[in-house]
């Protein structure tokens, strides 16, 4: 995996991935893009949701849609590194199973998931949650 982060001006940076996409990072003092570590919460939430969703649909739930809703904890120090993740699957579907989404959520937390093995590893807790709702 490669990547190349270029800076634009003031604390604006331009990141783009070995892939080709690219997503604009600034230092908050424009809030013209997205900052560093609210990358790594969304990252971890994309990668686990990832997880949560094709888990289901090799399952044959019929979801219709699933969110991740994330409040990552920082002390008011420097560094701030994260040292507590809340990650709520909201997910929504025809008939789905309880029992089957709660696999899911399980399965992306302790298997699959590198992202938040990697933050885990790191001493990071990371809790994890998750509702089901019928359409």
């Keep these: 995996m490669r990547g190349t982060v270029t800076w634009v001006d003031?604390?604006?940076f331009v990141g783009e991935a070995g892939s080709g996409n690219s997503v604009v990072m600034e230092g908050g003092r424009k809030n013209n893009g997205i900052r560093p570590m609210e990358m790594i919460l969304l990252g971890v939430g994309g990668c686990a949701s990832y997880d949560v969703v094709t888990i289901l649909q090799k399952a044959r739930q019929k979801v219709v849609s699933c969110h991740c809703e994330l409040n990552g904890e920082r002390p008011d120090t420097t560094p701030a590194p994260f040292t507590r993740i809340e990650m709520e699957f909201v997910v929504r579907g025809s008939g789905l199973k309880e029992t089957q989404v709660a696999r899911a959520v399980e399965l992306s937390a302790d298997k699959y998931c590198s992202a938040s093995i990697m933050l885990r590893?790191?001493?990071v807790e990371i809790v994890h949650s998750y509702r089901?709702?019928?359409v």
Aim: aromatic share 0%; proline share 0%.
């Design 10 to 12: 003031e604390l604006t």
């Design 121 to 123: 590893n790191a001493g």
């Design 132 to 134: 089901v709702e019928e």
